[in-house]
């Protein structure tokens, strides 16, 4: 479980991440829904896409992590690590959902997550074209649409898999049989699946309107913010087999420890 901070110390880190939300934003959306040429991180056989709205926003908000905390670490997805003098260390997805940035669809956002000795200590996932902005407080979570007042958000209860909404950012990203049976296995076992959202569906099941999320392949950056969100939010996140998500890989996430428990076990189950 992610860490309870102290109020002090954990506002002024708190309203640094918003201050870099803000500074990203508009750099951002100057290239949203325009003509942006696109470069391949992949190479041949694979399509791993980088505009230069990724690369401008992580520039963004890395200046202005170097001025402000020296002595912080920085992850990013774009330009790399570097190493920090002290416990904290930043976690930065310029663009979580790339994919949908470059067709349009208003299913990403920026993920600016902060990890204190190694573990969650806040998130916020920004997405500046719709004004929503979700985050983590030291002991909740929250949303606000534009300059609108802070609700708290929380995790709906979902005893049964057979009641519960399954989202995935798409089908195609689970390579290999164990990882596609896995999908398979649990899209069988609940009400409803729909695909897309990225870093937007984790905000989604946090405030209460998904149950379940099944992903292959993260990186850090693609979830490290997103944990204290949901895991301040009532619910939890994990990695297929109930390790801690920080590093990526496998992971789980549900708004109900019940089906959190039951869809690991069904995985399980479909490795074998």
């Not at 920085?74 to 790399?80: A, K, L, N, P, T």
Request: aromatic residues 8%; charged residues 20%.
């Amino acid at each position: 479980m992610t860490k309870r901070p102290s109020a002090s110390e954990f506002q002024k880190l708190l309203q640094c991440a918003h201050d870099l939300a803000d500074s990203s934003g508009p750099t951002v959306l100057k290239h949203f829904r325009t003509p942006v040429a696109i470069d391949n991180k992949a190479g041949l056989g694979s399509f791993d896409p980088v505009t230069k709205a990724d690369r401008a926003a992580e520039r963004v908000i890395s200046k202005a992590l170097k001025a402000r905390f020296p002595e912080h670490g920085i992850v990013g997805e774009e330009y790399g690590t570097r190493e920090g003098a002290g416990r904290y260390n930043w976690v930065i997805d310029p663009i979580d959902g790339t994919r949908a940035f470059i067709m349009g669809s208003p299913l990403w956002g920026t993920l600016i997550g902060l990890l204190e000795d190694g573990k969650p200590y806040l998130g916020i996932m920004d997405q500046p074209f719709t004004g929503e902005r979700f985050w983590s407080g030291p002991a909740a979570s929250y949303m606000r649409i534009g300059n609108g007042a802070p609700k708290k958000i929380k995790t709906r209860a979902c005893a049964s898999l057979a009641d519960a909404t399954l989202t995935s950012t798409h089908p195609d990203l689970f390579e290999g049989p164990k990882q596609q049976k896995a999908l398979t296995t649990l899209k069988g076992a609940v009400r409803m699946t729909r695909y897309g959202g990225d870093c937007y569906a984790y905000c989604l099941l946090a405030a209460g309107f998904v149950d379940l999320i099944i992903e292959s392949g993260l990186k850090s950056y693609d979830i490290v913010a997103l944990i204290p969100i949901v895991e301040r939010a009532g619910g939890c996140v994990t990695t297929w087999d109930g390790k801690p998500a920080t590093s990526g890989g496998n992971i789980i996430a549900s708004g109900d420890p019940r089906i959190h428990a039951a869809a690991m076990k069904l995985i399980a189950k479909s490795q074998t």
